[in-house]
């Protein structure tokens, strides 16, 4: 392991994060004249100022990452600027939060999770609300993706951070040979998608600030709002297609976005098709669509077939992708589909999105794993591989797949009986722990709309759920078995 070159990378981020997350809103509110440019500004020099003294001391400084490092990096990157991402919110006077809840709302921004201890979003600072909205942003590519496009240049090796943040089974697709390279081609991606869909919002009726503000937390699969309503503010049908069509595209591997973008002469889309884990995905969508619109349809729960089908779908592709936008009351449904929502979400977006959950390729793999067991019964000495197209899996693969669902399984359960210890009901624990741990954001009970009644303990608790989903629980439980740190 390989300290000083740790906290020299940590330094770098911290420098980056304080520019990039700071800056930005600080000229919103110039421009805005609401009054948060001095905390924005301060925000900035404490970030920044520590991260230029801890990469000044370590500078010199230039060894080559391992394994064991990058899973520290990936850890403390996500701890580390989730935590001083917290400075602006608990610096302004528009808004009364304690440290906890500063700390919370920047997590769950950062992690894209997008549950929120804020009320009255209506009435705050435009700056502010910027703010929110760009955590999320930044999250749901990753930091770390700018960072691996820039630290090469520094002379600082990067895919033993790649490997850690990716840490879910990975399709055999070589981007392109380059990791600063790729990275910086994903990265044009996603402000390519995040424009179009700023714009898309523009034409279909919210004014220019929303609308780039919804392209931010919509494309980073984040779902927090400049209204408390979230988009149903708008009781706007476009908005909510253009919402669901861009939550899609979100949702999909971006391996699969970046061979369109690199075949732009061939403008094919083919491989889409191709993708097993896309065509499960699409699958699900539909398979899940279609039993929520029927249930509301013969519940009667809405006065037209049009508002059940509109309503419907977009929850739907909202909570299974794990973004987390609502135009509805969905607490006030059948009691069979707000539980049907939670597991969708537990299901999640695609792996190499900006999703949560648990991702479709395992699922798909667990399934597949399931149908092979069931054949084993009735010819016990038969060979069966687990296919994905027409690549063989091999079966370390599908063992690391069982492996992290049962850490899954058993993280999540800890995390719920830690919440029924502090006095929550079984709905509302239940739920909140699913929310946080797949980066959904809204759950049940008293926490459909905010988290804000929760206990301090609480919310620490799901701030730890929030880390483990965005870092696929492996990541940071890696880090407290003895062996990662014997020599």
């Given at each position: ?230 988009l149903g503010y708008f009781q706007n049908p476009l908005v909510e ?164 669902f049962a850490v899954y399984v058993m993280a999540y359960m800890f ?62 439980l890696v880090l407290i078995t003895p062996m990662f740190w014997k020599?």
């Amino acid at each position: 392991m390989h300290p000083f070159s740790i906290i020299r990378i940590i330094g770098i981020l911290l420098m980056i994060f304080s520019l990039l997350g700071n800056l930005p809103p600080l000229l919103v509110s110039l421009f805005y004249k609401d009054g948060m440019a001095t905390d924005f500004l301060t925000a900035c020099l404490i970030i920044f100022t520590p991260g230029c003294l801890l990469w000044a001391l370590t500078a010199r400084r230039n060894n080559e990452l391992t394994n064991r490092d990058g899973f520290l990096v990936v850890t403390l990157f996500w701890a580390v600027l989730g935590s001083a991402g917290c400075l602006p919110f608990w610096l302004s006077e528009s808004i009364t939060l304690s440290l906890t809840d500063a700390v919370f709302e920047s997590v769950s921004g950062l992690t894209t999770t997008g549950a929120t201890v804020i009320s009255g979003l209506d009435n705050l600072p435009k700056s502010l609300l910027f703010y929110r909205q760009m955590l999320q942003w930044m999250g749901g590519m990753g930091i770390i993706v700018l960072a691996l496009a820039l630290l090469p240049m520094l002379g600082i090796g990067g895919m033993q951070l790649y490997r850690a943040e990716s840490p879910g089974p990975i399709k055999d697709t070589k981007l392109v040979p380059r990791l600063a390279e790729t990275a910086k081609n994903l990265w044009y991606i996603y402000l390519t998608l995040t424009a179009a869909c700023a714009l898309s919002y523009w034409l279909a009726g919210m004014n220019l600030f929303d609308a780039i503000c919804h392209s931010f937390s919509t494309i980073a699969i984040g779902g927090f709002s400049t209204h408390d309503d979230s988009l149903g503010y708008f009781q706007n049908p476009l908005v909510e297609a253009v919402a669901v069509l861009f939550m899609f595209i979100a949702g999909v591997n971006f391996a699969l976005h970046f061979m369109t973008w690199s075949r732009k002469k061939e403008s094919t889309v083919r491989h889409y098709f191709q993708d097993s884990e896309f065509r499960f995905y699409g699958f699900i969508l539909l398979l899940v669509s279609f039993a929520t619109v029927s249930v509301l349809l013969i519940s009667g729960t809405y006065g037209s077939a049009d508002e059940a089908l509109i309503k419907g779908i977009f929850q739907v592709v909202s909570f299974a992708t794990t973004t987390g936008f609502t135009t509805a009351d969905f607490n006030s449904w059948p009691l069979f589909l707000p539980y049907v929502l939670l597991y969708a979400a537990i299901i999640g977006a695609c792996a190499g999105s900006t999703g949560g959950g648990m991702k479709v390729i395992r699922i798909l793999l667990i399934f597949k794993q399931g149908i092979r067991e069931v054949q084993r019964l009735i010819h016990p000495r038969a060979v069966i591989p687990i296919k994905l197209g027409r690549k063989v899996m091999p079966d370390r693969v599908v063992d690391s797949v069982w492996g992290f669902f049962a850490v899954y399984v058993m993280a999540y359960m800890f995390m719920l009986l830690a919440l029924l210890a502090t006095g929550l009901d079984i709905i509302t624990a239940f739920s909140a722990v699913g929310a946080c741990i797949n980066n959904l954001g809204p759950g049940l009970a008293e926490v459909s709309q905010n988290y804000a009644d929760l206990n301090l303990t609480t919310k620490w608790i799901l701030c730890l759920a929030m880390l483990l989903g965005r870092l696929e629980v492996f990541t940071f439980l890696v880090l407290i078995t003895p062996m990662f740190w014997k020599r």
